[in-house]
């Protein structure tokens, strides 16, 4: 069992960065694949970000490549996403998902993750 954990949202300008963190507590081995997915309001779910469980591929979304940057700490059982550049169309709620053997094809899809954080509120003001 898994149980991803994000901190680090917040309100900040136009132009500017935040860190998001997750911690996931259980054994997240190097064959976890982890990403970011946000809900922005009145919006489905979209893919953000995912890195492998060596940490040696990343996939972004079109709209954040860039822009965002997500790493991971396999030391630590922590990923991640550093927001640059933000903008007031990034305000959502930011979720961190895991998940153990996933597809490449699967990596962009939110039901393909069994693992799911409570979310973080990222508000990005104009």
């Known amino acids: 069992q898994v149980q991803p954990v994000e901190s680090g949202g917040g309100l900040v300008q136009a132009g500017g960065s935040l860190r998001l963190s997750c911690a996931a507590s259980g054994r997240t081995s190097s064959t976890y694949t982890m990403a970011w997915f946000r809900r922005a309001p009145g919006k489905e779910r979209e893919f953000v970000a995912a890195?492998?469980?060596?940490?040696?591929?990343?996939y972004y979304a079109d709209s954040v490549k860039g822009r965002f940057t997500i790493s991971r700490d396999n030391a630590k059982n922590t990923i991640y996403l550093h927001l640059n550049s933000l903008k007031p169309e990034d305000t959502a709620v930011y979720y961190c998902a895991a998940k153990n053997f996933i597809g490449i094809a699967a990596i962009r899809v939110d039901r393909a993750y069994d693992y799911w954080g409570q979310g973080t509120q990222v508000t990005v003001s104009s």
């Open positions: 890195i492998s469980g060596s940490g040696s591929s990343t």
